[in-house]
Structures are given as C-alpha cells and as structure tokens.
C-alpha cells in the first residue's frame, strides 16, 4: 500500500514485511486486492531473515526502501490502452504494423480490408521490344508498364503487366476484352494519338464509351477516359452502357469499397488510353488512376507535400493548360531553389532525378525566374537540406562524385547549364558550386577572366577537378575519315554541337576562329546537345557524323575519340559555401585515393590537379 511508504527517505528507510505489506509481482501481473502502488525491483533491498541484503529478490522476508510511493505509481489501470466499444481504426484507414497490435489487443482476430483494386497494364506498339532484347534500328524498349506496375502497386493496387501487343486495331480489341473479364482498371499505353497506328480510341469507342479525349495536361495531351464492358455487348447492352451515368460508370461496386477477394464487379470497367511517352506515362497514372484507386479503397487520394519555392529560371507555358514541370531543390543561402529539368515527355531520367514536381497552372503563360512557385516534393525536407546543389558544365566525374558523396549524407543535384550559365547561376545565389572550363583566348588561361567578368566582387575558391582530352568523337571506324577541325567544312560531314554558353562550344569557337573557318561552313553547327553523353547520343544514333566532346562520353557509348586538346575542368565555389558544413565531404572527397581510382578509370581524365587550390579571394 502507498500509505505504508510514507516518510521513507535516504537517510531514513522504512522497512516493509513480505506477505503482510509487501508482495513481489512480475511486470503486466495484476496487482492483489490490497495493493495500490508498484516499486521498480532496482529501487528496493531484499533483506533476509536477519535483516541482512540478500541476492533472492523474488522471496526475500522484508525489502527495505529509501523513498514513498505514490498512490497508484508504476500501475496500468484498466482500460488504459482500450476500453469496450471503443474506436480502434476508422473505415479506410491505411495499415500500418502498429495497428496490427492494436486490434488484435482490442480482442479481434481478423478485420474486414478492401480488395486491392486490379489492375491491367496493356503495353502497345509494333516497335516495342522486351526488356533485355537485342536492339536493331527502330527498336524501343517497353518498359512504360514497369514503371506503371510500380505505381500502381504504392497506390494500394495489384497491377498485372501483359505482353506487348502489335499494333493491329483487333489484336489490341481482343487483348482489352481480355483484361476487362478480371480487373476492375485498364491502362491502355500508347496508341491515345492521332496517328496511323494509333488505334486507342478506336478500340474504346467500339468496346464502350469513349468519355474523354485529350485533356489541358502537359505533358499528357492525348489521354483517353472511357468505360467499357467485361464481355461482348450486344446492342442494346452497349446502347445502356452509352446511357449511364459516367461517375456511376467509373464507380465499382456502386460506391461501396470491396472487401474479400469475391466482391462483386460493375458490368463495366474503367479505362485509360495512357499516353506512349514516358514522363506522360507516369503523370496520367498519377492524375488520373490515383484518384480511382483511393475511392475503391475507401481512402483519400495521395497528397505530396509542398513547398514554396523561388524558381531559377523562366518558365515558358502555352495559355490553357495544366504544365507539370520537373524540378531539382537545394537550400542556398537560406532559400529554397527549384531548378527546371528537360521538359520533354520522353525524357524518363528528369522524373528519376526530379526532387518534385512545379505546377504552372492553366491560366498562365509561365513563370518568371526568381518567382515563388509552389512544388510538390517527391524527396523528403531533411534530405533537401542535405543537398549539394551544382548548376554549369556538364562532366561525368560529377556523377561519380554523387556517388561517394552519398556515403557522407550528402546528395548532390546538378543541372547541367554550361559554364557561363554556371557562373550567371552563382551571382544570383542559385547554386553552392559550379564546374566550368571556360577558355580565355587571349592568354590560354581557364576560368579566371570569366569569373571575373561574370561574378564581379564575389569571393570564391577555385579548385582543380580533373584535367581532361577534348577531341572529336566519331562513329565506331571513323567511315567518314575526320581526323582534324579543318575536316567539319567537308560537305557530307554533319556536326553536333554544344550550346552556347558551354565551354565546349567556347573552346570550338575559338579553335575555328584562330583557323579562320567560317561557322557557316560547318554543316549541323547550331544543332545543339546540353551535355558531352547527349553528343555521343547523336552521334550513336546517326543525327550527326562528329561532335566535339570527352574522351569519356566517347567511351560510355563505345565510339571512336580523336583527341585534338588539353584543358582543365575546375570547381568554382563561392567562399560563403566554401566554408559551410554542407560542403566539408565535397573537399574531403578530393583528396580521396578511391575517388581518384574511380576517376582514372575514365578514359581521357588526368587526376593529378585535383584539389589543387587556382584562386582563392
């Protein structure tokens, strides 16, 4: 009893009898009728018959105590976790392990879950191949569906990726007829166009209802919203089909969630023409399959976080429609920066390196660099904080710099802007470094004169990176003989080139210049490619014979390098950042022996500058 601890202090124990006033019980025991307190066993002495401490605490004869125990201390209470009628989890509640423990403490077995909702993924097109095929020229990798299935699954979903189907109006009809007997959802990928081949609509308007064609989505215009029946309609089955209400239609189960694996099904299913392109792909299922999901699990939709950021640079949108845009984030100088991504719907790597996504609404036509916009965050706050954020030259050493400095909790995004751009980034605050290897003509020097001329009064530490080859790569056996500049001026000779602003594209300008070779002589000189890897890519593909670049990028995609120049590729880093926390693993990394093996294993880079201080104000 607490009453008989009273007045028990350090320098004054009370010494309380087993069986009479004290009891010793096991931790989750139910107390005896008398009891109203609990001493924790390391606050008591057991004493043996002789008053002396003993080791047997679960029998001792007496306990002694140096401090009171308050009424109903170290006790549970009942109905402290869960009392009778009680409200454990509401309907349409998400699992997590934790629930799991407290249904079954509040006495249940098993609870009523709705059925995941199935879904088919019918991947389309005649160019389409499976993934680990052996490419020939026209050849795509289907991997839309992968992408899809996984979506589908986070949503709560049970996807079932089908077989690519050709593009043959009633082998797609057959193929949807199919998927419509056992799932509740079709995604119809590819096909949702206008062209020749595309036969989506066509196969909805004769299957069901074509509800919806083309939506103020970019990227994501040519979407398709229908319903069709599980069977072969007659007539007058599809005429009703026709006459439904369309929230009814796209309703399963009449609005109630499914529960058990033999819920009943609608006659009719909902389906979605998903756009062929990737990143249109991937945002249809978001915007348009999500939200399906959620109302048959009984759930609200899935909400991103969002964050308000201020925008690096100008976003251009046509007037009249939703332009989801794929950002990069990094906190410079106290303030949350969106950096733009490639904005094509086929360029899957921007979602992949996307920390979120900025929507420019429907009534705009763009938003200004330096405005706030606000982003729905695909990665977490801490880890934006964490974040390293490069804006300028693009090299692939920055990739592999990514890589190690994530074992130091840190992530570095890039943008790749060339090195002018790289600069401009750094007098407005919008990034904590920049690589750049901007050649000055007049003295051969790199960076310093344009540091100067674009950062005027700013500090910075210039750090070596790498020494690195630029030279010509060309097609696997050189076919059509390039060995020198002078060749580019060759009438059957197409030229790649970098963008303006791209020391690549300086160090061209320059060469030609000294050589007086007219830039318009040079066929393809102003088709343009933001990185050396999207050089090598034309090249690899066809679009161009030759384009100045990296040995490495040349190497990445198994093509002929002619080296023609040495420069150096340095890391400009304004002082303020220089000193910063945030940075420490960057210079740490630099003098890394692991990092330099990585680094020499790329063909045409020469490690021994790196780390070298060139300026520090």
Known sequence: RAVSTNGALPSSPITLHVGAESQYVD?????????????????????????????????????????????????????????????????????????????AASGHQSVKTARKPKVAILPTGSELVPIGSKLKAGDILEYNSLVMAAQIRQMGGEPTRYPITKDNFDSICDRVREAAQTHDLILLNAGSSAGAEDFSAKVVQKLGNLLVHGVAVRPGHPVILGVIARSVLSGGA????????SDEAISPNNGQIASGENAPRNDVVPIIGVPGYPVSAALTVDIFAEPVIAKWLGRRPLELPVEEATLTRKLVSPAGDDDFVRVVLGRVGGKL????????????????QADGLALVSSGTQGVEAGEKIQVKMYRSRSEIEKTILAIGSHDLTLDLMAQFLAESDRRLASANVGSQGGLIALKRGEAHFAGSHLLDPRDGTYNISSIRHYMPGIPVKVVALVGRDQGLIVKKGNPKG??????????????????????????????????????????????????????????????ADCGLGIAAAAQALDLDFIPLFQERYDLVIPKRFAEDELLAPLFDLLADSRFREAVSTLNGYDVSVMGAIILED
Not at 70 to 86: F, L
Not at 501 to 522: C, F, N, Q, W
């Open 337 to 352: 920066l969106a950096t733009p991504l490639a904005r094509g719907a086929g360029v899957i790597t921007s979602l992949a």
């Open 27 to 103: 931790t989750g025991d139910p107390l005896p009728e008398w009891a109203d307190a609990v001493i924790p066993i390391e606050n008591v002495e057991s004493l043996d018959r002789d008053g002396q401490i003993t080791s047997e605490i679960r029998a001792p004869k007496a306990i002694r105590i140096r401090a009171a125990a308050a009424p109903w201390s170290h006790v549970r209470p009942m109905g402290e976790d869960i009392v009778a009628t009680q409200l454990v989890l509401p309907a349409g509640h998400v699992l997590r392990p934790p629930d799991l423990g407290a249904i």
């Open 238 to 245: 599809l005429s009703a089909l026709k006459s439904k209400d």
């Open 482 to 543: 390039i060995k020198r500049l002078k060749d580019l001026t060759q009438p059957k000779v197409r030229i790649v080139n970098r963008q303006r602003g791209a020391g690549t594209r300086v160090l061209l300008d320059y060469h030609l210049d000294s050589m007086a070779i007219p830039k318009e002589s040079i066929l393809g000189y102003n088709q343009e490619e933001y990185t050396h890897l999207g050089v090598a890519s034309a090249v690899a593909s066809g679009r």
